[in-house]
């Protein structure tokens, strides 16, 4: 299965997006209160209509090839409360309420587990 070639989203909102090779933008999770980031999954127009119209975020997975909503087999849900689209219209970000963890291995979000080290200035 292929991200689908059409879908129910706003024209208006699928003219601005530029899209990967895939046909996928992607999209930045972020805790609404807290600012806290998540993790980062991949939207085509279809996903972004589900999420919009749903209010439960809503990815395509690259691995899967298939549509999934977070949480429906985990219960860890995120309940979408904003979505924007970056300035040049290749990235989105999603404002959720996270019940339980984020990543995939358990852990609240994908960006605690391996910081990196760096210089600063």
Known sequence: ?????????DPAVATRLKRDA????????QQYDSGEVLMVGWMDDEALHRTLTTGRATYWS???RE?????????????VKSVALDCDGDALLVKVDQVGAACHTGDRTCFDADELNVVTA
């Open 67 to 79: 549509y999934w909503v977070k949480g429906a087999t985990s219960g860890h849900a995120q309940f």
């Open 62 to 64: 690259r691995s899967r």
């Open 1 to 9: 299965m292929a991200p689908r070639d059409s879908s129910d989203l």
């Open 22 to 29: 895939a046909g996928l933008v992607a999209a930045v999770v």
